[in-house]
T-cell receptor
Framework: NAGVTQTPKFQVLKTGQSMTLQCAQD?????MYWYRQDPGMGLRLIYYSASEGTTDKGEVPNGYNVSRLNKREFSLRLESAAPSQTSVYFCASSPTTVGAGYTFGSGTRLTVV | AQSVTQLDSQVPVFEEAPVELRCNYSSSVSVYLFWYVQYPNQGLQLLLK??????LVESINGFEAEFNKSQTSFHLRKPSVHISDTAEYFCAVSAFSGTYKYIFGTGTRLKVLA
């Protein structure tokens, strides 16, 4: 059982380049999320999708866009990468039920030079 | 709005000693509380959660946490730690707003020393 799969695992970008981080889940979860993790700051929500067809901004959405392609897939796009976007990015999914935990992917380590 | 404070960024402790990782939250509505663990170079894994009922909740690997409404706390404890417990621990709160979004604390890095 794969759970949440993120690609790529590592990426180095030059300032101004664009890229898309991919995320797919096979648990039939309604909700999906993108977080970034930075030292001393914990996890901060970038965007989320409560259900297929909807997306909403989280705490730190600037510089990012998302697409909920279908129920399984939720991608995160950096249109013009900046050094401040150097981070570890985690995708997560959950059912829309009270107390349901998140299932996290293994993360994408992104460096912008 | 909800917020979570983890008071300790790092906690070193010797093997077989007890440990407490502190978590305080604030919220104007009822919340659900969680602890997640992150081992090096991995994603987060759910450790335990409080939804309702008994205020003491336990995980399968010996951790426990107690919900204290009056002190708005959800501290994580283990009576005897192992080297393998070395990881980063995150406290999180969740309330419904279209979906159950989590607000995470900044994490506590537990280092178990031999």
């Amino acid at each position: 059982n794969a759970g949440v799969t993120q690609t790529p695992k590592f990426q180095v970008l030059k300032t101004g380049q664009s890229m898309t981080l991919q995320c797919a889940q096979d648990m039939n979860h309604n909700s999906m999320y993108w977080y970034r993790q930075d030292p001393g700051m914990g996890l901060r929500l970038i965007y989320y999708s409560a259900s297929e067809g909807t997306t909403d901004k989280g705490e730190v959405p600037n510089g990012y866009n998302v697409s909920r392609l279908n129920k399984r897939e939720f991608s995160l796009r950096l249109e013009s990468a900046a050094p401040s976007q150097t981070s570890v990015y985690f995708c997560a999914s959950s059912p829309t039920t009270v107390g349901a935990g998140y299932t996290f992917g293994s993360g994408t380590r992104l460096t912008v030079v | 709005a909800q917020s979570v404070t983890q008071l300790d960024s790092q906690v070193p402790v010797f093997e077989e000693a007890p440990v407490e990782l502190r978590c305080n939250y604030s919220s104007s509505v009822s919340v659900y509380l969680f602890w997640y663990v992150q081992y090096p170079n991995q994603g987060l894994q759910l450790l335990l959660k409080y939804l309702s009922g008994s205020t003491l909740v336990e995980s399968i690997n010996g951790f426990e946490a107690e919900f204290n409404k009056s002190q708005t706390s959800f501290h994580l404890r283990k009576p005897s730690v192992h080297i393998s417990d070395t990881a980063e621990y995150f406290c999180a709160v969740s309330a419904f707003s279209g979906t159950y979004k989590y607000i995470f604390g900044t994490g506590t890095r537990l280092k178990v020393l031999a």
